[in-house]
């Protein structure tokens, strides 16, 4: 990623992990490494959209599956991501055409210029996108309703800094997995000091391979990581 701030931060909602166990117990998510993949797309979309990296550059769909590690041509994942798929289906993202391409922030609050703001001949100028439809997923906990979302009230979620991001990305060791049990360490130690007010908490390894669906080994290798 061509970021000169990486430690921007993005609020991930807390629900994605019990969310996420719901969709593989139903078989929605076809194995417990795309709740991994899930997980760090949402990241991704939410820091697209809530800093406007679409006004730098037309992120594809193949290019973040690559920076999240992944063959761009994979398709083993498409069925989370695609228009109709999974994401958007369960209203975590939508597929849409119109995006920010400016972002500002004045007394703490965030604000966007979209694309539509421009007039037609304008928009061609501001456009990264090469394709006359671009594929763009919407981060909808992100957005909410009327700027309600997560981008302005964080209540009830996770803050992942960019710089983590993408030290888990540079990993080999790591990539989406990593990033993935570190939100679930965040979280818990986000709900420990509320409750607690202490940073410092336990976590049996029976509990993050409940969470995970990872087997020991994994678990082991992936904090051994962190």
């Known amino acids: 990623m061509k970021e000169k701030h990486f430690e921007r931060p993005v609020a991930i909602p807390n629900k994605i992990y019990a969310d996420m166990k719901q969709w593989l117990e139903e078989g929605e998510l076809k194995s417990p490494q795309h709740q991994e993949f899930v997980y760090c797309f949402y990241w991704m979309i939410a820091y697209l959209w809530g800093f406007a990296k679409y006004g ?77 439809k671009p594929f763009v997923k919407a981060p909808l906990l992100s957005i909410g309703e009327d700027n309600d979302g997560l981008f302005w009230n964080a209540d009830n979620s996770h803050i992942i800094r960019g710089d983590v991001f993408v030290a888990c990305m540079k990993s080999n060791e790591l990539k989406c997995a990593g990033l993935y049990l570190y939100g679930i360490l965040t979280m818990m130690r986000d709900k420990n000091l509320h409750f607690h007010k202490t940073e410092e908490f336990q976590c049996a390894n029976k509990t993050l391979v409940e969470l995970t669906g990872w087997g020991i080994k994994k678990k082991k290798k992936i904090i051994s990581e962190l």
């Open 56 to 132: 730098e550059h037309d992120y594809t769909i193949a290019e973040i599956k690559g920076l999240l590690g992944y063959n761009p041509n994979e398709k083993r994942i498409n069925y989370i991501i695609k228009q109709d798929g999974l994401l958007d289906l369960k209203y975590y993202t939508e597929t849409v055409d119109d995006f920010p391409v400016l972002w500002s922030l004045k007394d703490g609050v965030l604000s966007h210029t979209m694309l539509s703001d421009y007039d037609e001949l304008d928009q061609q100028l501001v456009n990264k996108f090469k394709s006359k």
